[in-house]
């Protein structure tokens, strides 16, 4: 690997508001504005005009279609969906100032939602469930061959739960974990990638390079040959602990990506055939040995990183 980059870390003041509140998701509608969601059993929004300066959004619960707990947030057009625990997802066509909610057959922490290319909306939730959504208001459960419904099965057949996952668009579909299988969405229908990973996978992404990098709770996986195969990527973790760290996310920052979890943060410049663990500034003032740390997304060349205490940094080349 490379020589470690030099990153730039800005840390803000954590409003009284957010105490103990997580910040998981973001998107930039067309016009450059940016949604921020979060919450531990209540809701917490931040919006930006420009994605430099956030203000909290002061939305009661009807306001939002009854969602709670915000977990993700998705544009297309002039539409925004949100989503959060016990299965709420809410649908907005005013730019946020209202939402209706839109119903779900799952009762589960509903984790992301994804628009494709056409629109349509895939979404990801606790146990597993993957669904899909082309008209705006009913849900299917997609299931090529392995279960996702909203049951036992899945623990059953793969001995844990689907757990927390976020869906991400790519160029070659959308990229759906589920438990510890990646799936790959595309018109109405996912396949099974072939990874089968020791643990529950969070993430994946499609580098500038082509190549397939999903994250979990036992590391990194690499595939460039399209999801057939894939190698463990070395993130330097063998006897630092007795269990690999858990990781969140990963995001591409220019030719850097960067990867986020348990109280980490790691890069890696060699398209994700090594990661080296990087010092950070993102901590809480409530236990800040167990931070959760959320690479949210790129905005005006910065990777925006969420975690606990609403916290709301930055990381710049």
Not at 280 to 307: C, M, R, T
């Amino acid at each position: 690997m490379a020589k470690t980059p030099a990153l730039q870390f800005t840390v803000p003041r954590h409003p009284k508001s957010s105490w103990g509140e997580l910040v998981l998701g973001m998107t930039v509608t067309p016009s450059g504005e940016v949604f921020v969601v979060g919450g531990r059993g209540k809701n917490f929004m931040l919006h930006s005009r420009d994605g430099s300066r956030f203000k909290t959004l002061r939305m009661s619960k009807a306001n939002l279609g009854g969602a709670r707990g915000l977990r993700t947030v998705s544009t297309f057009g002039r539409e925004i969906w949100i989503s959060g625990e016990w299965g709420h997802i809410a649908r907005s066509v005013d730019g946020g100032r209202t939402f209706k909610s839109v119903k779900t057959p799952t009762r589960n922490c509903c984790w992301s939602l994804v628009h494709d290319a056409d629109g349509n909306v895939w979404g990801t939730a606790d146990n597993g469930w993957v669904g899909y959504c082309t008209d705006k208001k009913s849900w299917r459960p997609v299931s090529r061959g392995i279960p996702c419904s909203d049951d036992e099965t899945w623990k059953n057949t793969y001995g844990m739960p689907g757990g927390i996952a976020w869906a991400e668009p790519s160029p070659l579909g959308v990229l759906l974990p589920a438990g510890n299988r990646l799936l790959i969405g595309n018109e109405a229908d996912a396949v099974l990638t072939g990874l089968e990973a020791k643990g529950k996978l969070s993430n994946a992404i499609v580098t500038s390079n082509g190549s397939l990098v999903a994250v979990g709770h036992d590391g990194v996986y690499r595939s460039t040959d399209r999801g057939e195969t894939f190698q463990q990527s070395d993130t330097n973790a063998k006897g630092r602990a007795r269990r690999h760290p858990v990781l969140h996310r990963i995001r591409q920052l220019k030719d850097v990506l960067v990867v986020t979890g348990d109280n980490l943060v790691m890069v890696s410049t060699d398209d994700g055939e090594t990661f080296r663990r990087v010092k950070h500034p993102f901590f809480s003032k409530q236990k800040p040995k167990e931070d959760w740390l959320y690479a949210l997304g790129v905005v005006n060349d910065s990777l925006l990183i969420g975690g606990d205490g609403g916290l709301l940094g930055r990381i710049r080349l």
